[in-house]
């Protein structure tokens, strides 16, 4: 079985999708082997995830869930890694979105490997911590259907 998804040129990177984060990962997230720990990187796509919805909700909210979360390949100290982001679905009190991440990685830089990708749920919420109504005046989300 492979061990590296096909990597890719920058040319090739989502065109569709807003590159909401990039960091580097540093020695003290690895994990037993080496590799990046995988809390680190759920925690990255958490604080990436909530970029857009946070556009929208005009205020507090709150991660509700984590529909998917798939780690395609291994991260490494070193990659440089994107997040890219777009909203697949506006509910009443709910926006969700889809995140791709790509490691450009240190040995290869100028090529893209897709690491991890994941669906996640946010939710506005009022200051009692209550769900509210997103605010639907002016909502137009780039290649979101009415
Ligand atoms: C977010 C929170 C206020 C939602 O409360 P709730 O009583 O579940 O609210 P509701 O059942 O009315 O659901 C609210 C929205 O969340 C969505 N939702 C709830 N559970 C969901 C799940 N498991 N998966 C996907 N969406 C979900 C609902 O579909 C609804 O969206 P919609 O209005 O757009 O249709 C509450 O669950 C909470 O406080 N959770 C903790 C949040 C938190 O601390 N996050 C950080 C993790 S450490």
Redesign the pocket.
């Known amino acids: 079985m492979s061990t590296e998804s096909s990597p890719r040129p920058e040319s090739a990177l989502p065109q569709d999708r807003e590159l909401v984060l990039k960091v580097i990962p540093m020695p003290a997230d690895t994990n037993g082997n080496g590799d990046i720990f995988g809390g680190w990187v759920m925690a990255q796509v958490d604080l990436a995830g909530a970029v857009l919805p946070a556009r929208y909700v005009r205020g507090r909210m709150?991660?509700?869930?984590v529909?998917q979360f798939i780690f395609k390949q291994p991260v490494r100290v070193g990659d440089i890694l994107s997040f890219f982001s777009h909203v697949t679905r506006?509910?009443?009190?709910?926006?969700?979105v889809q995140v791709e991440v790509f490691a450009e990685r240190f040995s290869a830089q100028g090529q893209y490997v897709k690491v991890t990708e994941a669906s996640l749920?946010y939710?506005a919420?009022d200051n009692e911590?209550?769900?509210r109504p997103?605010p639907k005046d002016g909502l137009n989300i780039p290649g979101l259907a009415a």
């Not at 709150?62 to 869930?65: E, G, K, L, R, W």
């Not at 506006?90 to 969700?96: D, F, K, Q, R, Y």
Request: without cysteine; proline residues 5%.
């Open positions: 709150a991660t509700v869930a529909n506006v509910g009443n009190t709910s926006i969700t749920t939710v919420i911590g209550r769900p997103i």
